[in-house]
């Protein structure tokens, strides 16, 4: 159960109700809009996810981005994220547990595995392998969507928001990443 209040459309008053009947009337709501209503300028900025989401997607295609945003928050432990990118991954035709990279997904993927684990240690090699593939501005997208990413993985993590209706067919299909528990020791 979360820990916040997961605003319904007609308690939400001001900017929220605005922003709650704008989702609604594009069937857009979710358990986290839901848990950011409870504060519009909150809302606003981790909607930002969007646009980020948009422009990885322009940069690296949609079938890499879904990849690499399931691979940060598998890493990163968010069952809902997780929930809603495994639900993608299959939209793809892959297999979430028997997933196979070529050369760029592998590079993205280590990235998105070490922005998690220690942003403080991604290594100069991984750089000078995705620069293989990307050039600056690219690359800016790809880290700057990974911090989207986390930004929201944590929100829904810190708060425990409740999972959504659609994915609790596939809720046991979440396996929570365990590199942290060698960490707490």
Not at 137 to 164: H, P
Request: glycine content about 4%; some cysteine; aromatic content about 10%.
């Amino acid at each position: 159960m979360a820990r916040i209040k997961l605003v319904e459309q007609n308690e939400a008053t001001g900017a929220e109700k605005e922003r709650y009947d704008e989702l609604a009337g594009r069937n857009a709501v979710t358990n986290m809009k839901r848990g950011l209503l409870n504060d519009a300028a909150t809302y606003d900025a981790y909607m930002a996810w969007y646009t980020s989401w948009n422009r990885l997607v322009e940069v690296i295609g949609e079938k890499d981005s879904v990849l690499y945003a399931h691979a940060i928050s598998t890493t990163n432990s968010c069952q809902l994220c997780s929930l809603f990118f495994i639900s993608d991954v299959k939209g793809l035709g892959l297999d979430p547990n028997h997933l196979e990279y070529d050369e760029k997904e592998q590079l993205l993927f280590e990235l998105a595995q070490s922005i998690v684990k220690d942003p403080t240690s991604v290594s100069d090699d991984l750089f000078e392998r995705l620069r293989k593939f990307f050039n600056d501005q690219e690359l800016v997208v790809i880290v700057g969507f990974a911090g989207q990413m986390i930004a929201t993985n944590n929100f829904n993590s810190v708060f425990k928001i409740d999972v959504d209706q659609r994915l609790l067919p596939i809720i046991g299909e979440f396996k929570p990443a365990t590199w942290r528990e060698a960490l707490k020791k």
